[in-house]
Structures are given as structure tokens and as C-alpha cells.
């Protein structure tokens, strides 16, 4: 009878501490310890109930009563998220079939409505097919690929048209390599793949437009335009692959940082040089006061078709930029063969009635306008601050300043080389635009002298601000 009396006593207590404990956690205190009962009775009566054993996990308890209430057992396992499928690109002959297609038709259209107001305001809505076909011509003219006219080839490269069909290109190069999922791959063969697959698809695009420009009295070589295009294709593609898939970077990141500097000091001296160069045509255009507006109101073709005739000549306005760079740099350009524009000489003829012929000058430049000379030493003192700030003192310094104008040299001479061409080949016309080495040369000089000024500049201004 005390053996049940003693059970039933050890019983209550356990309930009381297990009420005791669920009140202390309702009111927010520390969690208390249940207590686990002694042995178990001497009698050996097996009617008593053993004590239930506290093998619960504890949780702390919260102590913000708004998360008095969260449930103090052990938090169900969550299951891992289900994995997503992998999405799958389009396959690189589809990819580089539809981004190319689509870089081609963008550059192409602005062309087409040019010429064809042109052409259709001249002689009518039934010579619609002959401006499709001129188009088309100037179109791959704007590749690089001479068009043959009845008059004689015709090879001035519209550099407006070039850089469109470059941009474009670019981005079609970036959209192949987002299609086979090589975003940051850093390996060189997707982007290769993406490259070779532009540079395919547009040679087919050139052969197609070859196609459509031949006719009568007018003609595009085949074989050239589809190796034209091809490799025009190829390099824009690439630039934009190779950047995208981060391979440029990569690449980038192994070259001396001594290199690097001149290389970005040299991109930034030839960039001035080209936007002076820009400028000054620009100028000399305005100062031609209303002789352009004149020319252009000569021909009797409405105000569209003068229209067209504008965007005629904004196609060019790059080739205008690149001739006044060579004019500030001192070897100057040409307009026919036998002529020559420079500062300390003028010497034309009988050119095309174009507006943007007006702002030819007419003489030599004045003394005071030589200041302009200065332009180009002035972009090198400007590369060589920014080598003098990146780059640390000593022989690495001029190794920079000399990356600095071999850069500035290649970029400006590489654009004086496709800025010019015949205008008309056969003829005194088949001469126009700078040569490319002597512009490379001044180039080369007078940002090396600009270039060692700034860096020689720069360090006496840091060692002026060193002295106490």
C-alpha cells in the first residue's frame, strides 16, 4: 500500500514540473530543467508506472513576445529545391544566321532610303529597281568593295556606313555567343566559333548583294565582295565574341601594366587628335557660309531628294574628319591627283559640285591660324599626364610615352588609310584622301615630343608639391 501511495506521489510531482515549465516558457523565462525521477521503487511491484524519460530536444526559448507562441519541438527538414532544367541555346548555324541577317538589313536600309530618293526623285518611280540595285552597290561599297560604274570604279569608302555595319556586326557577335551560352567562358574557342560563324554568314549576305548590284552598266566582283565580307564579318564578330566571353580581359590581364598605360595614354592622344580633326572640318564647313546651301540648291531635285543628297554627304562626314586630321598633323590630303591641301600649301582644280567641297581653303593658313599645329603635341602632353599618373617613374615611364605614340600613330594612320580612295577611278578623281604613312609618321613625332613633355611636366609639378 506505500509502494502505491509513494507512485502516485512521484506521478504528481512530475505533472506538477511539467505544468511548472510550459508556465515559464508562456511567460517568456529561462526554460526550466524537468526532473527526472530517482530510481525506481524498492518494492518490486512492476504496477508502477515508470516515469516518462526527458529526452526531448530543448530549443532556446525566444525571448520577443511576439514569438512566444513559435513551437518548441525539432524543425521539419526542408526539402533541397528541385533542380531547374537547362536551357538550352539555339544552334550556332541558326544563331549566326538570324543575328547576321538582322546586322545586315540595319546597316542596309539607311543606304537604301538614301538612294533611293536620290534615284527615284531623278527618274521616277520605274527606276525603283535601279535604286535598290545602286543601293546595294553602296552598300558593299561601304565594305570596302569597289563598285564598277560606266564612268570607272568607284572605291571612297562612305566610313559612316562602315561604322554601322561594324556596330552591328559587334553586337551580332555578342548575340551568337549569348545563343551557344559562352557568357564568360574565357576560353578562345567559342568565341572562335561564334567569329567564323558571323564572318560565314555575311560572306553569304556578300555574295547575295553582289548578286542584286550587278547589272547594266554597273558591276561588283564577286569573289571580292564574298572575301570582303567575310573578313569584315569575321573581325567585327570577334571583337564582339572575344569581349562577351571575356577573353579580351583575360588576355588583357597578361600584358605589362607598363604597356597597358601607354597602350590606354595612346587611345586616349589619338582620340583627341580625330575629334580636333572632326572639328575643324565642321568649322571650315560653317565659315563656307552659304556657298553649301548654294551647291546644294543647284540641284533641281525638291526638297527630299536634297534631302538624300545631305545623307549623301553625312555618309562621308567621317572621310572629312579623318582628311582635316592629316591637314592639323602637317602632311595634308589630297583632291585629284596633282593636288594637295596642307597648311603651307593649297593647290586644287575643278572638283564635284558637292556641298561638303565648300570648305576646301582656298589659301595657305595664316600665321595665326599655325596655333591649330599645336593640336596634336597638345593630345600627347595629355597621354603623357595620364602615363605620368599610372606609371611608376624611371625607364618605365618612357617606355610608356613611346607605347603612347606608337598607339596614337597606328590608330590615326590606320584611319587616314580608309578614309581615302578614288572618288572615280580612271580620271583625275582617282586620287583623294591623305597618305597613310606620312600621317602615321607626324603622328608618331608629335605625340612622342607631347608625350615626354607631359611626363617631364607632371614630375616637376609632383616634386614642387613635395617640398615643405
Known amino acids: ?24 516558457i508562456r511567460l517568456g523565462r529561462s526554460q526550466l530543467p524537468l526532473p527526472r525521477p530517482t530510481e525506481r521503487a524498492d518494492s518490486g511491484d512492476e504496477s508502477a508506472e515508470p516515469a516518462a524519460p526527458h ?21 521539419p527538414r526542408e526539402r533541397p529545391p528541385a533542380p531547374r532544367p537547362a536551357r538550352r541555346g539555339a544552334p550556332l548555324p541558326v544563331a549566326a544566321a538570324v543575328a547576321t541577317a ?34 546595294t552597290a553602296g552598300w558593299l561599297l561601304g565594305h570596302g568593295v569597289p563598285v564598277h560604274t560606266p564612268d570607272g570604279p568607284v572605291g571612297l569608302v562612305p566610313l559612316a556606313v562602315s561604322a ?92 605589362p601594366a607598363t604597356l597597358r598605360a601607354g597602350g590606354r595614354a595612346g587611345a586616349v592622344a589619338a582620340a583627341v587628335i580625330l575629334a580636333a580633326g572632326a572639328a575643324l572640318a565642321g568649322v571650315a564647313l560653317a565659315a563656307a557660309g552659304g556657298e553649301p546651301a548654294d551647291i546644294l540648291a543647284a540641284f533641281d531635285t525638291g526638297v527630299a531628294g536634297q ?63 599655325a596655333v591649330l599645329l599645336l593640336v596634336p603635341v597638345i593630345a600627347g602632353v595629355a597621354g603623357g599626364g595620364l602615363v605620368a599618373k599610372t606609371v611608376p617613374g ?5 617606355l610608356a610615352a613611346l607605347v603612347t605614340a606608337v598607339t596614337a600613330s597606328g590608330v590615326v594612320g590606320a584611319v587616314a588609310a580608309v ?19 606620312l600621317v602615321a609618321g607626324a603622328t608618331a613625332v608629335t605625340v612622342a615630343v607631347g608625350a615626354l613633355l607631359g611626363v617631364a611636366a607632371t614630375a616637376v609639378l609632383a616634386a614642387r608639391r613635395r617640398r615643405p
Do not use: K
Open 55 to 75: 529526452d526531448r530536444p530543448t530549443v532556446p526559448v525566444p525571448r520577443d513576445g511576439a514569438d512566444r507562441d513559435r513551437p518548441t519541438g525539432p524543425l
Open 164 to 255: 554601322l555595319a561594324a556596330w552591328r556586326l559587334v553586337r551580332a557577335g555578342v548575340h551568337v555567343s549569348r545563343a551557344i551560352g559562352a557568357r564568360r567562358r574565357r576560353t578562345p574557342g567559342p568565341a572562335l566559333a561564334a567569329a567564323v560563324a558571323v564572318g560565314v554568314g555575311y560572306a553569304a549576305l556578300g555574295a547575295l548583294a553582289a548578286t542584286v548590284a550587278s547589272g547594266p552598266g554597273w558591276g561588283v566582283d564577286l569573289g571580292r565582295a564574298v572575301l570582303t565580307l567575310a573578313g569584315f564579318g569575321t573581325v567585327a564578330g570577334g571583337l564582339g565574341a572575344f569581349h562577351y566571353t571575356g577573353v579580351l580581359a583575360a588576355w588583357g590581364a597578361r600584358i
Open 1 to 24: 500500500m506505500a509502494t502505491g501511495d509513494t507512485s502516485r506521489e512521484r506521478q504528481e510531482a512530475l505533472e506538477a514540473a511539467e505544468a511548472a515549465h510550459l508556465d515559464a
Open 419 to 437: 578614309s581615302g580612295g578614288p572618288l572615280l577611278g580612271g580620271g583625275r578623281l582617282s586620287t583623294f584622301g591623305p597618305d597613310p604613312g
Open 394 to 398: 624611371g625607364w618605365h615611364r618612357l
Open 102 to 135: 538582322w546586322a545586315g538589313l540595319v546597316s542596309f536600309l539607311p543606304v537604301a532610303l538614301i538612294i533611293s530618293l536620290l534615284v527615284v526623285l531623278e527618274s521616277g518611280t520605274e527606276a525603283l529597281g535601279t535604286g535598290i540595285r545602286v543601293a
Open 307 to 369: 534631302a538624300g543628297l545631305t545623307l549623301l554627304c553625312l555618309a562621308y562626314a567621317p572621310n572629312l574628319a579623318g582628311w582635316a586630321t592629316a591637314y592639323l598633323l602637317g602632311p595634308g590630303f589630297a583632291v585629284g591627283t596633282d593636288t594637295v591641301v596642307r597648311s603651307s600649301e593649297v593647290a586644287v582644280g575643278p572638283l564635284p559640285a558637292l556641298p561638303v567641297f565648300a570648305g576646301l581653303p582656298d589659301a595657305a593658313l595664316p600665321t595665326v591660324g
